[in-house]
Nanobody, 116 residues
Framework: QLQLVESGGGLVQPGGSLRLSCAAS????????VGWFRQAPGKEREGVSS????????NYADSVKGRFTISRDNAKNTVYLQMNSLKPEDTAVYYC?????????WGQGIQVTVSS
């Protein structure tokens, strides 16, 4: 069964850090471009960051540039999102997304809450 599982979310104070992980099972993630999306209550899902299959190309939403870093460890079949200097507006459910050609996979999502 092809599956993406996110972990590492939770509650953090403004200015704090979290590292999200997206672990794949049933597939070799190194073939896929992997991205992180988020959806806040009452808002549309938006792209946060993405990384190419080889890891040589990364992209970030303007709202997270300089604060978030995406990386991948293909040996561990895992992609990470390091989130620093978190703000209350980063509060959302974060989803891992993997795509190769017409194959698209989504994780179940994980809650990140930034609040004092």
């Amino acid at each position: 069964q092809l599956q993406l599982v996110e972990s590492g979310g939770g509650l953090v104070q403004p200015g704090g850090s979290l590292r999200l992980s997206c672990a794949a099972s049933g597939l070799s993630l190194d073939m896929y471009t992997v991205g992180w999306f988020r959806q806040a209550p009452g808002k549309e899902r938006e792209g946060v960051s993405s990384i190419s299959s080889a890891g040589g190309s990364t992209n970030y939403a303007d709202s997270v540039k300089g604060r978030f870093t995406i990386s991948r460890d293909n040996a561990k079949n895992t992609v990470y999102l390091q989130m620093n200097s978190l703000k209350p507006e980063d509060t959302a459910v974060y989803y891992c997304h993997a795509q190769v050609l017409i194959t698209i996979l989504w994780g179940q999502g994980i809650q990140v809450t930034v609040s004092s």
